[in-house]
């Protein structure tokens, strides 16, 4: 759901899909680390994305998830890694592939209902890639 909100301009819906007191991580495009917390913030951020005029055509994809017991040993929460890249489709030119990275969630059952609790998302470099030599 979280892409199909993303993607389709469904800001209240996106915004739902997080706890009330989420925290989002987004990594820039000059590297800079922007955090939000909370469903006021949550909304700042997608509606960057949903007021743009050339925004509608982008699709944010994922996959290659990886499902991790939480550190923190809570049943109720998990951590879920993914592979991210999005695409802008603006016929009749061919699609491109505008950014890949990958995308760490931290959910949790709230209610009977799994919430995003916390997400980062960052560029393909940097720490993900820290177990390679220089």
């Known amino acids: 759901r979280y892409s199909w909100a993303l993607d389709t301009g469904d800001t209240d819906g996106y915004v739902a899909l ?3 007191d989420a925290e989002v ?4 495009r000059d590297g800079t680390l922007e955090l939000r917390t909370g469903h006021a913030e949550i909304r700042k951020l997608v509606l960057k994305f949903h007021d743009r005029a050339d925004f509608p055509g982008h699709q944010h994809q994922m996959a290659q998830f990886l499902f991790e017991a939480d550190p923190r040993g809570r049943v109720d929460h998990w951590v879920v890694r993914s592979y991210a890249w999005a695409t802008i489709n603006h016929p009749p030119q061919p699609p491109h592939l ?14 009977g209902v799994w919430r995003i609790r916390a997400k980062s998302i960052m ?6 890639l820290s177990r390679f030599a220089p």
């Open 18 to 20: 997080f706890t009330d």
């Open 25 to 28: 991580t987004e990594e820039t």
């Open 98 to 111: 505008h950014w890949c990275g990958h995308v760490r969630d931290l959910v949790a059952k709230v209610d």
């Open 123 to 128: 560029g393909w470099s940097g720490e993900v």
